[in-house]
């Protein structure tokens, strides 16, 4: 199912529908579909897994050099609806979604493991942190399969 699907099928789901049917079918979908985009889960806060909440902060999941780019104050919530211009604000969003993305769907590309890693690996230039926001975001939108 393409991002674009998911964002007419989610958007506001619990808003026309029964809120316990909302979170059932969400979490069904999850386990069927490998990702959301940033939009989806900034709007969904609700189905975040239950170790992690709007106020987590990027540096607490991520580590490494997260603090010194992002700050060490960024919340996973404002992580994905960050509106920073440049690679690392693409990273910041996408990664925020993987994240969440990794910990949700079995079918999802990459594990938590590999999203923090790969996350911490592209704090080190514009470059390397663009490659890994398309990276991501293509494994959000459901271009690609975990193995």
């Given at each position: 199912m393409g991002n674009a699907m998911?964002?007419?099928l989610f958007v506001g789901l619990s808003?026309?529908?029964?809120p316990i049917l909302a979170t059932t079918l969400t979490w069904y979908l999850t386990l069927i579909c490998s990702g959301f985009s940033c939009s989806f889960?900034?709007?969904n806060t609700s189905m975040f897994p239950d170790f992690l909440t709007i106020f987590t902060t990027i540096l607490d999941l991520f580590g490494g050099s997260s603090g010194s780019i992002f700050g060490s104050q960024m919340t996973l919530y404002q992580g994905l609806t960050s509106t920073r211009p440049d690679a690392?604000?693409?990273l910041l969003r996408q990664g925020s979604a993987a994240i969440l993305n990794s910990y949700t769907s079995r079918s999802y590309p990459y594990t938590p493991f590999q999203v923090k890693s790969q996350f911490r690996s592209a704090l080190v230039s514009q470059q390397a942190a663009a490659v890994m926001a398309?990276?991501?975001?293509n494994a959000n939108h459901g271009y690609s399969r975990r193995n």
């Open positions: 998911q964002d007419c808003d026309s529908i029964d889960w900034s709007l690392y604000g693409s398309v990276n991501f975001e």
